[in-house]
């Protein structure tokens, strides 16, 4: 009798972990503001997140960042924990606090051990609802905030990652990072930020996602006492356009001095709330991924990084990227790849042992509260709703090879390219591309 593979054992003892906790789950509703609890009294480690709705859309492309600058310049000092008090509080407990602004979404997150829960609520509540915006902190959060994005202008990952947003959601706020350019962040001031504070930070804005050793009642009291002062605010999700790259196909080349090119290719995709298409092009993308590293790097040698994925937006795409120095015979590879895709069925047992890895990589990813939290989150605020994160697993097993096949012929199509390099190169790929 053939022995289980290592693999399948990890697999099915993480499956088994997963269903024998029986965690609950629960979204309820406290003075206006929806909260998310997944109780688990396995461990000490405790993650509370807030989430404000709307992202880019609702902020205002002029206004792009100014969650980012209000909620760093808040870990600088509250008006009950000035900036050294904070910091030193914090650092006691091993309290950690930080925020992230996404597309859809902006989130300050935190997590704390159970014994010290009440005190680092205290400051976490006070960071998100009474933020000083001291004149002092804000200029220089908006300092780093700008040198930040220098960097990333200078990173041609991140540069391409920019040129590519711009292109393919064009005429869209997507076009715009959520964290700011250098012109918006330098228009704001502490006024703004207290303004913006007092009419956008609402209880109707507002999402709570506690998941560790914290139930109902706890988080009511919680919430209630520390964002209860919140205006109440009215929320309606913004309706966003269509990308201007999902309509009609443009290109993008700039010239850069590098020892390789820079290619992305960004085409639509499903959103996380589609979940007959979404997963199985998230199946179907890491397949494709795991065959581009093969025929593109492995066989060819024509790279060192190549793959494909897709996004978790409310407009969403995936993604071709490859960096060579030899770019039209690595992108025609690709394509070449992705034509299998869309002619020929995935062979059952490449879907079988892929579904294996995914489960696998899936319930690792999962392993820690803070995690869990932020899955729950984007699957209520962006898919389909926060129980889609408990029957992720269960769905992805369910994904078949003719599932995978519809998708690619449906959306792997109309790949808008940005190539950041030599721009003789980028021409004579986009050239091959036109004429496949």
Known sequence: MRRPSLLTLMVLCMVIFAASTGLAVEKFSVDGIDVIVKYNPANEIIAAHVYLKGGIAYCGTERAGIETILYRSALEGTENYPKDKLRSELARMGTAIGSNASNDYTSVTMQCLKRHLDISWNIFA???ARPLCAEADVKLVKERQQNDIRQTYADPDGYARLLSDALYY?????????TGTEESIGALNSALLVEYLRQEVTKARMLVVFVGDVDKAAATRLVRDGLGSLPAGTYQAPVLPVPGGATAVEHKVEARELPTNYVRG???????DNVEDALPMFVGLDILRDRL????RTKRNLTYAVSSSMANRRNNYGLLYVTSGDITQAVNVMLDE????????????????KIKVLTTETLMGEQTNGSQASTLAMQELVGRGFEMAEQRIELIQKVTSAEIQRVMKKYVNGTNFTVLGDTTAAQKMLDAVAVR
Do not use: W
Not at 266 to 272: D, G, H, L, T
Not at 293 to 296: A, N
């Open 126 to 128: 006070d960071v998100i």
């Open 170 to 178: 064009r005429g869209h706020p997507y076009a715009v990072s959520p």
């Open 266 to 272: 960004y085409f639509s995709a499903p959103s996380p």
């Open 293 to 296: 590293f093969e025929e593109v």
């Open 338 to 353: 992705v034509a299998k895709m869309q002619n020929e069925t995935v062979p059952e047992k490449d879907l079988h042992d």
